[in-house]
């Protein structure tokens, strides 16, 4: 274990006892797959849409990442090094994190649905030295890799990982064929606060951000796993989020990994609630991470458990509060499947929850801090506590916990504006998500505070599309916003200004769409474009986007 709490205690019992404990020598891969005293126990049953099933111990998987682990550092990857990972639920994924952790590099998860902006600003702004590719986006990233000084290895995650099923893309190397002889490894020396992994987050103006992790990230996100799971772990586990996301690889695939459970791989691709509902019942999975936006497909499917043999036992989901229809009908139409909402950031995620053992849940609260995570809502300029009711911004102390980020990559300004210090002199990490906590403990989120769009599951910054689409040589200005969408949470809408002696219209706003799906990702491209003669902006130039969506939502 990498904390000691008391097992058994009520939850206030639980906050009151929790202290972090790593172990001297603290490293990710070890924690995930050589701690565990069974390792011939399944880890991974991987799913492909052509039918296709695969199962991974603990052991096939510690022994293909050593043997990856060699393959890199032979060709020069080593301590500190940046390796990104652009792959989709397959195995290929979680190997290239294992291994760059028993390196000491960093590991860097990027969504396949990137285009080549997308992906040539994150590899050039993280310095990666190799990237592990999907064959779906290899050719993309070896055709910006020519922009990238640093990037020496481009790897193709071709159709198996032992298996060389065809010749990769022209400038990349197969991923069986960076497979070194030997099976054994000997991790390098790490603890807790050694970097691990950076991810990327949107915020509402400028670039991405890399967001640096130390080794104990993970670990830090168990308690909260237990509990939104109900502390009944001993499971099979799957989410269709995409493991480029901290939403994916933190509140599912990794901690089902640390406790030893086997996690469900399969590519999906768009979410389609059949096969959803077809992958949960064929391997029995007991615990899932399900987006809002999947849930509500899923709600669309009649009579569930009457045509498939469900063992779902509990789902929890965040990014936007669940309606009291989501919890009726997962009692209801799933026989009593418990959903429990949580809160966190890439910044800091897993800071708050439920647990029906130890408390009921209030259908609109995100629930309790979790044990382990000092909590409260703030007044972001003095760092003072709120009363409850009050709203304020939620913040979480940063010393000793394993799930705040370290710091900003190449930002340290960044760092310390999100930061604030109280009159004792203790540091804050500032979310910048409104909220109060009432008198019972519990949180209730109000409103972000940066803009940030969360569609469909993805948080998007509106400053990159904004950024795509003044790229149009027909637009002079854009504003980009978040409004309610019944299924995908938000929908993305832009506001824009054509050029001097430019009509908007439906080619010039189809061109708009297709050039921020092709640039960044499918999911980042607006669904609505409005054309305006002039957008709102203030006194200094910026851009009103709360005006932008009164006219939306008016």
Same mark, same amino acid.
């Given at each position: 274990?990498?904390?000691?709490?008391?097992?058994?205690?009520?939850?206030?019992?639980?906050?009151?006892?929790?202290?972090?404990?790593?172990?001297?020598?603290?490293?990710?891969?070890?924690? !995930? @797959?050589? *701690?565990?005293?069974?390792?011939?126990?399944?880890?991974?049953?991987?799913?492909?849409?052509?039918?296709?099933?695969?199962?991974?111990?603990?052991?096939?998987?510690?022994?293909? =990442?050593?043997?990856?682990?060699?393959?890199?550092?032979?060709?020069?990857?080593?301590?500190?090094?940046?390796?990104?990972?652009?792959?989709?639920?397959?195995?290929?994924?979680? @190997?290239?994190?294992?291994?760059?952790?028993?390196?000491?590099?960093?590991?860097?998860?990027?969504?396949?649905?990137?285009?080549?902006?997308?992906?040539?600003?994150?590899?050039?702004?993280?310095?990666?030295?190799?990237?592990?590719?999907?064959?779906?986006?290899?050719?993309?990233? +070896?055709?910006?890799?020519?922009? @990238?000084?640093?990037?020496?290895?481009?790897?193709?995650?071709?159709?198996?990982?032992?298996?060389?099923?065809?010749?990769?893309?022209?400038?990349?190397?197969?991923?069986?064929?960076?497979?070194?002889?030997?099976? =054994?490894?000997?991790?390098?020396?790490?603890?807790?606060?050694?970097?691990?992994?950076?991810?990327?987050?949107?915020?509402?103006?400028?670039?991405?951000?890399?967001?640096?992790?130390?080794?104990?990230?993970?670990?830090?996100?168990?308690?909260?796993?237990?509990?939104?799971?109900?502390?009944? @772990?001993?499971?099979?586990?799957?989410?269709?989020?995409?493991?480029?996301?901290?939403?994916? !690889?933190?509140?599912?695939?990794?901690?089902?990994?640390?406790?030893?459970?086997?996690?469900?791989?399969?590519?999906?691709?768009?979410?389609?609630?059949?096969?959803?509902? =077809?992958?949960?019942?064929?391997?029995?999975?007991?615990?899932?991470?399900?987006?809002?936006?999947?849930?509500?497909?899923?709600?669309?499917?009649?009579?569930?458990?009457?045509?498939?043999?469900? =063992?779902?036992?509990?789902?929890?989901?965040?990014?936007?509060?669940?309606?009291?229809?989501? !919890?009726?009908?997962?009692?209801?139409?799933?026989?009593?499947?418990?959903?429990?909402?949580?809160?966190?950031?890439?910044?800091?995620?897993? !800071?708050?929850?439920?647990?029906?053992?130890?408390?009921? +849940?209030?259908?609109?609260?995100?629930?309790?801090?979790?044990?382990?995570?000092?909590?409260?809502?703030?007044?972001?300029?003095?760092?003072?506590?709120?009363?409850?009711?009050?709203?304020?911004?939620? +913040?979480?102390?940063?010393?000793?916990?394993?799930?705040?980020?370290?710091?900003?990559?190449?930002?340290?300004?960044?760092?310390?504006?999100?930061?604030?210090?109280?009159?004792?002199?203790?540091?804050?990490?500032?979310?910048?998500?409104?909220?109060?906590?009432?008198?019972?403990?519990?949180?209730?989120? *109000?409103?972000?505070?940066?803009?940030?769009?969360?569609?469909?599951?993805?948080?998007?910054?509106?400053?990159?599309?904004?950024?795509?689409?003044?790229?149009?040589?027909?637009?002079?200005?854009?504003?980009?916003?978040?409004?309610?969408?019944?299924?995908?949470?938000?929908?993305?809408?832009?506001?824009?200004?054509?050029?001097?002696?430019?009509?908007?219209?439906?080619?010039?706003?189809?061109?708009?769409?297709?050039?921020?799906?092709?640039?960044?990702?499918?999911?980042?491209?607006?669904?609505?474009?409005?054309?305006?003669?002039?957008?709102?902006?203030?006194?200094?130039?910026?851009?009103?986007?709360?005006?932008?969506?009164?006219?939306?939502?008016?």
């Amino acid at each position: 274990m990498a904390w000691h709490v008391t097992p058994d205690g009520t939850y206030e019992e639980c906050r009151e006892s929790f202290e972090w404990s790593f172990p001297d020598g603290y490293n990710l891969a070890h924690d !995930l @797959l050589r *701690k565990h005293a069974d390792a011939d126990r399944p880890a991974l049953f991987q799913a492909y849409p052509d039918g296709r099933r695969e199962t991974y111990s603990f052991a096939d998987l510690d022994r293909l =990442s050593n043997r990856l682990a060699t393959g890199l550092r032979e060709r020069g990857v080593g301590r500190g090094d940046r390796i990104a990972v652009v792959c989709p639920q397959r195995p290929e994924n979680l @190997l290239t994190h294992l291994a760059a952790w028993k390196l000491g590099a960093v590991s860097i998860p990027l969504s396949v649905l990137f285009g080549p902006d997308a992906l040539r600003y994150r590899l050039d702004d993280s310095g990666a030295s190799a990237v592990v590719a999907d064959p779906q986006v290899s050719e993309t990233v +070896a055709e910006v890799a020519g922009d @990238l000084p640093s990037l020496d290895h481009v790897v193709e995650a071709t159709d198996g990982v032992l298996t060389d099923a065809g010749t990769p893309t022209a400038g990349t190397v197969a991923f069986a064929d960076l497979l070194a002889a030997g099976e =054994s490894f000997a991790i390098v020396d790490t603890d807790h606060e050694t970097p691990a992994v950076v991810l990327y987050t949107s915020g509402s103006t400028g670039p991405p951000k890399g967001v640096l992790h130390g080794h104990g990230v993970w670990a830090g996100h168990c308690p909260a796993y237990s509990m939104y799971f109900e502390r009944n @772990l001993d499971g099979v586990y799957w989410t269709p989020a995409d493991w480029a996301w901290i939403g994916a !690889l933190g509140d599912l695939v990794f901690p089902a990994l640390h406790y030893g459970q086997p996690v469900v791989g399969y590519p999906m691709g768009k979410f389609a609630p059949e096969t959803a509902f =077809s992958l949960l019942a064929e391997f029995d999975v007991t615990g899932a991470f399900l987006p809002p936006t999947a849930i509500r497909m899923l709600m669309c499917v009649d009579d569930p458990t009457d045509r498939y043999d469900l =063992s779902l036992r509990a789902i929890c989901s965040g990014g936007e509060p669940l309606t009291s229809e989501i !919890l009726e009908w997962a009692d209801d139409a799933l026989s009593g499947t418990v959903v429990n909402e949580l809160y966190g950031q890439t910044e800091a995620n897993l !800071l708050v929850t439920n647990c029906r053992e130890w408390f009921p +849940a209030r259908v609109g609260s995100m629930g309790k801090p979790v044990p382990g995570h000092d909590v409260r809502v703030l007044d972001s300029e003095t760092g003072a506590e709120l009363p409850p009711g009050e709203v304020g911004e939620f +913040a979480v102390r940063r010393a000793g916990d394993p799930v705040v980020f370290r710091e900003y990559w190449n930002r340290p300004e960044k760092t310390a504006a999100a930061t604030v210090t109280d009159e004792k002199g203790v540091e804050w990490h500032l979310t910048g998500d409104l909220g109060s906590r009432d008198e019972d403990g519990y949180c209730w989120f *109000k409103s972000r505070d940066d803009d940030v769009i969360i569609t469909a599951g993805y948080r998007v910054g509106p400053g990159e599309v904004e950024n795509a689409i003044l790229d149009h040589p027909d637009v002079a200005q854009v504003g980009v916003v978040g409004v309610p969408d019944e299924t995908r949470g938000e929908r993305i809408v832009a506001f824009v200004q054509p050029a001097v002696g430019v009509t908007g219209d439906d080619a010039l706003a189809a061109a708009i769409q297709d050039l921020v799906r092709d640039r960044l990702a499918k999911y980042e491209y607006p669904r609505e474009v409005h054309f305006v003669q002039e957008l709102p902006q203030t006194t200094t130039g910026k851009i009103q986007r709360r005006k932008l969506r009164d006219r939306i939502e008016g």
